[in-house]
């Protein structure tokens, strides 16, 4: 079992006010857009918040609900009315400044001989809950910032007027996603029993690897959003109907409600549309491998048909500094990929009796936070 380290709680309070953050930064954006009478860029901006705060409530309280089955019916609802008024992240941010707090500084070697596993229960609750926000901080990075990521960029490349501010917001953005997929993954590292944490060399290259893989693609879909909106409307649903179908054929357990795991596949299938995902316990290296081959193929495909056409709406100069960009995080996304996988993947599976331990009411029934719902994950 990996440690909840002081660090790791110093990250968990820098999370919450970048989340707080934020939500002020969105509802500037919006305001700003309605404020200069471009309504509709500010109705998607709201849009894109709502829909993600919503989705990610529901799955917050559905997680408490599982959790806390037949233990603590009574605390479900305030915890309900909480996640109705769209606040349910400050909840698991509670329960996880609460058990980092026990964790990283006041856990002592309990004297109980009744109690001898409580250090340990108290770190695993720790690690449990931080897993779970972040699981939920990956939902809200495809849901939100990567559809706000491409308003974006559509606007800068649209309208030619930019400034450093909407550059370094652009750069924040793909920052943003790339942090919240390592930030999960070093979650179920910590997880996962007998392996070494995910720090140092191994963490910034599954960083670089996320971050220009992503890269790369944000920018081929925004040529083609500059190109036709409606044909990247196209290509994105294509690529979503393929994602939520591959789901469907890996029949994921992740949720124990046949509507939630719908809900769920549903949302790997956006998260699929930009970056790789995996959802079971198998060997990836062929889905890896198709994964972003087609990406790559589609990538080329959509830079030589610009270079061919050469259309009027994108200057040369323009052209080719996306180009560059593009080919240039797409080349070195692929090589920090192999890298992680043939240098730091792990080698085993998750075990299921590894996110099933009950305890018996040491904590009490209010502190009781049972996640199982990790059982099924590898290690991406």
């Known amino acids: 079992m990996m440690k909840f380290t002081k660090q790791n709680f110093i990250f968990l309070v820098g999370g919450i006010i970048t989340y707080v953050v934020d939500i002020g930064v969105d509802f500037w954006v919006a305001c700003k857009y309605f404020s200069q009478g471009q309504y509709c860029w500010g109705i998607l901006i709201v849009c894109f918040r709502g829909v993600s705060s919503l989705i990610t ?8 609900k599982n959790d806390w089955e037949g233990t603590d019916t009574e605390n479900l609802k305030w915890i309900f009315l909480v996640h109705l008024f769209q606040c349910g992240i400050f909840i698991r941010y509670y329960f996880a400044l609460k058990y980092g707090c026990q964790a990283a500084f006041k856990q002592k070697i309990s004297r109980d001989a009744s109690k001898p596993d409580l250090p340990n229960f108290i770190q695993k609750q ?22 706000q990521l491409l308003v974006q960029i559509y606007i800068l490349m649209q309208h030619g007027k930019n400034n450093f501010c909407q550059y370094a917001a652009i750069f924040v953005s793909f920052c943003g996603i790339s942090f919240s997929m390592v930030d999960y993954q070093i979650s179920l590292r910590k997880s996962l029993p007998d392996k070494d944490e995910l720090h140092g060399l191994p963490e910034l290259v599954y960083l670089f690897y996320k971050l220009l893989t992503v890269t790369s693609w944000i920018l081929v879909i925004s040529l083609i959003t500059l190109l036709s909106v ?17 789901t469907l054929t890996q029949h994921t357990t992740f949720c124990k409600s046949k509507k ?7 949302v790997v299938g956006i998260i699929l549309v930009f970056s790789f995902f995996n959802i079971k316990g198998r060997k990836t290296k062929v889905c890896t491998s198709i994964y972003y081959g087609t990406q790559t193929v589609v990538t080329l495909g959509i830079l030589f048909a610009y270079m061919v056409w050469k259309p009027p709406i994108i200057k040369e100069i323009h052209y080719t500094i996306l180009s560059i960009l593009t080919i240039f995080s797409l080349v070195l996304g692929i090589i920090f990929l192999v890298v992680y996988y ?19 009411g040491e904590a009490g029934q209010n502190d009781r936070v049972k996640t199982d719902r990790f059982q099924n994950f590898i290690m991406q």
């Open 57 to 64: 409530q529901v799955f917050s309280y559905e997680w408490f």
């Open 342 to 360: 043939t240098c730091f993947h792990p080698t085993a599976y998750c075990r299921p009796q590894a996110y099933s331990d009950e305890v018996d």
């Open 230 to 246: 409606r044909s990247s409307v196209i290509l994105l649903m294509f690529l979503w109907i393929c994602g939520f179908a591959w």
């Open 126 to 147: 720790a690690i449990d809950v931080v897993t779970d926000i972040n699981m939920l901080r990956v939902f809200k990075s495809f849901l939100e910032t990567t559809p």
């Open 260 to 266: 939630m795991e719908y809900l769920y596949r549903i």
